[in-house]
Antibody
Framework: EVQLVESGGGLVQPGGSLRLSCAAS????????MHWVRQAPGKGLVWVSR????????TYADSVKGRFTISRDNAKNTLYLQMNSLRAEDTAVYYC?????????????WGQGTLVTVSS | DIQMTQSPSSLSASVGDRVTITCRAS??????LNWYQQRPGKAPKLLIY???SLQSGVPSRFSGSGSGTDFTLTISSLQPEDFATYYC?????????FGQGTKLEIK
């Protein structure tokens, strides 16, 4: 069974840092691109970042570029999101998702999400 | 970036109704269009991928159609568990933008 389990969320002050983790199981993690998607309270889904299967290529939304870094450890089956210079507008539930690839590129599995609150 | 616009933003319907939600892309995305369902407090769930392909395990009352810039999600006969928020998403290029969502409520 495919599972994605996020952790690392919490309360952080503006300007602070946080690292999110996403532990993957039930599939060959190293074969799939992965993404982070966030959802501010009461708002819609917003794509944040993606990383290719071997970690050599990354892309970011303009709103987080230069502040967030996506990475992965294929030996540990874990995806990461390092978030620096956090702002109030980064407050959201952060989901890790698996990119199916194979010409479809949908997000076929999602974690349960981890809440990040940026507030003083 | 490709903008995705859903309509309506909210919809009231009754159990057994047929419901259609539309999604328009700001440029052609071929068939790279996905639909997700999100129940309150839960993670999104993939329903339809590649515009019209039903994800494994999803009931056949859900269907998708369209190509290019205009797409629809249809629920043929609403069930109580279908009252949720629905999002379209383009997977043609990164950033993989989502529509703003359509909240389906019980009438």
């Amino acid at each position: 069974e495919v599972q994605l389990v996020e952790s690392g969320g919490g309360l952080v002050q503006p300007g602070g840092s946080l690292r999110l983790s996403c532990a993957a199981s039930g599939f060959t993690f190293s074969s799939y691109w992965m993404h982070w998607v966030r959802q501010a309270p009461g708002k819609g889904l917003v794509w944040v970042s993606r990383i290719n299967s071997d970690g050599s290529s990354t892309t970011y939304a303009d709103s987080v570029k230069g502040r967030f870094t996506i990475s992965r450890d294929n030996a540990k089956n874990t995806l990461y999101l390092q978030m620096n210079s956090l702002r109030a507008e980064d407050t959201a539930v952060y989901y890790c998702t698996r990119d199916r690839g194979a010409s479809y590129y949908d997000f076929d599995y999602w974690g349960q999400g981890t809440l990040v609150t940026v507030s003083s | 970036d490709i903008q995705m616009t859903q309509s309506p933003s909210s919809l009231s319907a009754s159990v057994g109704d047929r419901v259609t939600i539309t999604c328009r892309a700001s440029q052609s995305i071929s068939s790279y269009l996905n639909w997700y369902q999100q129940r309150p407090g839960k993670a999104p769930k993939l329903l339809i991928y590649a515009a019209s392909s039903l994800q494994s395990g999803v009931p056949s009352r859900f269907s998708g159609s369209g190509s290019g810039t205009d797409f629809t999600l249809t629920i043929s006969s609403l069930q109580p568990e279908d009252f949720a928020t629905y999002y379209c998403q383009q997977s043609y290029i990164t950033p993989r933008t989502f529509g703003q969502g359509t909240k389906l409520e019980i009438k």
